[in-house]
């Protein structure tokens, strides 16, 4: 493991409730409210795009009565392409995937909960 690796992981577990709330807008949709650790994850972490995803997921009819989302990115082992999918809860199946070809994300993978349109790192809980 690199020593960016190590620090990034290292810093995502110093992550514990939030201070402020932040927007992330999307053409269109009503904004996702972002702890600091989905701040730090966006900003510093260089995914935009991966909340722009998530976000863009709101409005899914296999989404729309469930308040309590676990979003998961990862490498996927055979080749460099990336999986994003959501589930319910732990041990459901997937609502949704959407595999990425290409990614430069730092980390071999991340997971996000959406709580009633506010996402956060599962150590902000």
């Not at 960016?4 to 009503?30: A, I, M, V």
């Not at 260089?46 to 997921?57: C, E, K, R, T, V």
């Not at 709101?58 to 589930?87: A, G, V």
């Not at 459901?92 to 990425?100: H, N, R, S, V, Y």
Request: aromatic residues 14%; proline residues 5%; neutral net charge.
């Amino acid at each position: 493991m690199t020593m960016e690796k190590y620090l990034l992981k290292r810093t995502l577990k110093e992550f514990h409730g939030s201070s402020q709330y932040h927007s992330h807008l999307f053409p269109g949709k009503s904004p996702l409210i972002l702890t600091d650790g989905c701040a730090f994850v966006r900003e510093k972490m260089g995914a935009w795009w991966l909340f722009d995803a998530i976000l863009s997921y709101q409005q899914d009819k296999r989404l729309k009565d469930i308040p309590f989302q676990i979003w998961e990115f990862k490498q996927l082992k055979n080749d460099l392409s990336w999986l994003l999918s959501c589930r319910g809860d732990t041990g459901e199946k997937p609502l949704l995937t959407q595999c990425i070809e290409f990614s430069d994300f730092p980390l071999e993978g991340i997971k996000i909960w959406v709580i009633n349109n506010v996402a956060l790192l599962p150590s902000e809980y």
